[in-house]
């Protein structure tokens, strides 16, 4: 199983149907990530990236094509065996960090440990705050913390089932440059783990901190570059 890619893409097309209206938003995506990689996904707003994400992080399925997650056809799942997928192998983080606003750090991290009990959904909440450097926040509301602070604990709820690949969507979208670069940072961090990254952004210098870069353009795969160290 571990010969596997982590993600392989064949051919996808996303098509989306707005009444008579077809909107096509991917078209012809193949793309091979394999496990431990850090890479970028870059492009004009409207070019595919957030749908590709989408599809890659099941919460969609494409119109057609071929998807192997971790060498299982992921079209072949059903919506359970899909659920539970999502939960244990894949982290997510967006870029407005949907965090619930009256919880504290530590109840949004414990969030997706749906059948643990409380006192190792304490304790593994405790860990995942510690990795992203946030353990004396544990108590605090997302209204006490900046938007880094917020971002954090976001990535620290992604962290708590041990994903295989984290999907990040713009995640330092809303913060200054120095709050940017210590998500990024993070994200090296996490990757030199051995966690698989993918960052949606639109910003280049952001890219340029991963191994590879790849561009959308209206839907279509337009470069695939290694960044060059
Ligand atoms: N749920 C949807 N229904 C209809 N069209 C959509 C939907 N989501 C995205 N689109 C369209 O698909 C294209 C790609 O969008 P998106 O993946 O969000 O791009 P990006 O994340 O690069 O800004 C755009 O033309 C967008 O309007
Ligand atoms: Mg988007």
């Known amino acids: 199983m571990h010969n596997h890619a982590m993600v392989e893409l064949t051919d996808i097309d996303k098509i989306y149907r707005m009444g008579r209206v077809d909107v096509p938003a991917l078209r012809g995506i193949t793309l091979s990530i394999a496990r431990g990689e850090m890479l970028a996904i870059i492009g004009a707003s409207g070019s595919g990236k957030s749908t590709l994400m989408n599809i890659v992080g099941c919460l969609d399925k494409p119109t057609s094509g071929k998807y192997l997650l971790e060498g299982a056809d992921v079209s072949r799942l059903n919506d359970n065996r899909l659920a539970e997928l999502r939960n ?38 405790l860990e995942a705050l510690e990795r992203v450097g946030l353990a004396r926040r544990a108590n605090h509301k997302p209204t006490e913390l900046s938007g880094g602070e917020q971002q954090r604990v976001a990535i620290a709820r992604a962290l708590i089932n041990n994903p295989a690949l984290i999907m990040a969507d713009e995640p330092t979208g809303n913060l200054d440059s120095v709050s940017a670069s210590g998500i990024i940072a993070l994200f090296q961090k996490l990757n030199a783990d051995g966690i698989t990254i993918i960052l949606v952004t639109h910003e280049i210098e952001i890219a340029r901190q991963t191994q590879r870069i790849i561009r959308l353009s209206d839907g279509r795969l337009v470069s695939d570059e290694k960044v060059k160290s």
């Open 88 to 125: 244990k192998r894949l982290g997510f983080v967006f870029q407005t960090y949907n965090l619930l606003p009256r919880a504290t750090a530590m109840a949004n991290v414990e969030l997706p440990l749906v059948y643990s009990g409380i006192l190792q959904k304490r304790k593994r909440a």
